[in-house]
């Protein structure tokens, strides 16, 4: 709202600004083409024979010399009056053309001064005998000019101003969120540590029952995974280190992972996740952050599905310098009209959930990893599909 108020306000003063410029302009141009009809009006009167006791020498010195914009005199025809330098004012005149060069040199700027203004006529007993053609001064077009140098600057001062906005408040957003990841590993820390010593009791007591060291073994690969995720948490503002990792594998341990933790539908069967990927893929990543990608977009894809059985496939195959990962599931569909959204901060169809995952997996991919999390295609009732980009 605040960047569309400054939107709207920034337009209201163009507007102004124009309306106002243009009020100048249209107030020099009637001042002269007043001035070029009083020097009409004493030509005129000149010509009429009204030359005893009037004194014109006040109208050529107070007023033809005050004259700031080019003006040419001219017979009825428009072919300028001999001599032609004293026929013309503000001018540019090459002294070093010949007569015949000089008057076609003025015939032509004559029809150039008729384009922006039409010539006054001089009568003498009731017929045209000279015209006066003038045209703008430069002030005139200085100020024709001004709103557009207004418009620019305004323009580049509204650009850097919604600029620093956005990545101040970007950078707010993201400050909060790297305080907030840190803090809550620091926190996990010591009830992390706590339940190591408590598995490790329960270890002890549990013996050679093969059924209690499996239910052990299974906390210990949880407690694994907690320990990683807050390691993860740690990591988020800080410059990820990438090395060659085999991408199938990576994806095939969370897939792992998942698999035996998927929860099983009220109406029977559970959810089915395949990959087909070739297996020997190298890709520079970092698993940890990697992973934590392909977990959110699991669980994304499961939330979808509201508590019905179905598929989720992942599908990575080479493109020129690009690997790509489709992740295609079988959930209610995205409204394409909020495509953009769902990776938004905050932006979340379901009644829990804070609407970071997304958006998160989205960092991941594009700040760390250089590559590019997008929306490949999704229908409403049919699922979605998910594409990670990203280069060999």
């Known amino acids: 709202n605040i960047k569309i108020l400054l939107f709207i306000t920034a337009i209201m003063i163009v507007v102004g600004t124009l309306i106002y410029t243009q009020k100048l302009v249209n107030q020099l141009l009637r001042r002269e083409r ?16 009204a030359t005893e006791q009037v004194d014109y020498s006040f109208i050529f010195d107070r007023i ?19 001599p032609f330098r004293n026929s013309s004012k503000n001018i540019d005149i090459d002294t070093s053309l010949s007569p ?32 006066v053609h003038y045209g703008e001064s430069t002030l005139v077009r200085q100020l024709r000019y001004l709103p557009y140098v207004e418009i620019a600057v305004a323009g580049m001062f509204i650009l850097l101003g919604y600029v620093g906005f956005s990545y101040i408040k970007k950078s707010e957003q993201g400050n909060i969120w790297v305080g907030m990841a840190k803090e809550t590993a620091h926190q ?46 740690s990591k988020i503002g800080s410059k990820p280190n990438l090395k060659a990792e085999n991408l199938t594998d990576v994806v095939a341990s969370v897939i792992a992972y998942y698999k035996r933790r998927l929860p099983v539908s009220r109406v029977g069967g559970s959810t089915a996740i395949s990959l087909n990927s070739p297996a020997d893929l190298s890709v520079p990543l970092n698993r940890e952050l990697f ?27 080479r493109e ?27 932006y979340s169809t379901k009644q829990r959930g804070w609407g970071l995952g997304l958006s998160l997996s989205k960092r991941i991919i594009e700040d760390y990893h250089k590559g590019k999390l997008l929306v490949k295609e999704s229908r409403l009732g049919k699922g979605t599909t998910f594409r990670i980009r990203l280069r060999k």
């Open 34 to 49: 007043e001035t070029a009809s009083v020097y009409a009006e004493s030509l005129d009167s000149l010509a009429n024979g």
């Open 64 to 82: 033809v010399r005050q004259i700031d914009f080019p003006m040419i005199l001219s017979d009825p025809s428009g072919k300028p009056v001999e």
């Open 100 to 131: 015949d060069r000089l008057e076609q040199y003025l015939a032509a700027k004559t029809r150039e001064l008729d384009e922006e203004n039409p010539p006054i006529e001089v009568y003498a007993r009731g017929a045209v005998v000279q015209k």
């Open 188 to 233: 996990l820390g010591t009830p992390l540590s706590s339940v190591m010593a408590w598995i490790e009791m329960l270890r002890t007591r549990a013996g050679t029952d093969d059924r209690q060291l499996e239910t052990i073994r299974e906390m210990e690969n949880d407690l694994s995974r907690i320990q990683k995720v807050t390691d993860r948490f």
């Open 291 to 317: 992973e934590w990608v392909i977990e959110n977009l699991i669980k994304n894809a499961l939330d979808a599905m509201e508590g019905t059985p179905g598929s989720i496939a992942f599908t990575i195959f």
């Open 320 to 346: 020129d310098e690009f690997v790509n990962i489709d992740i295609q599931d079988t959930g209610k569909g995205i409204d394409m009209r909020y495509k953009k959204d769902i990776f938004r901060p905050g």
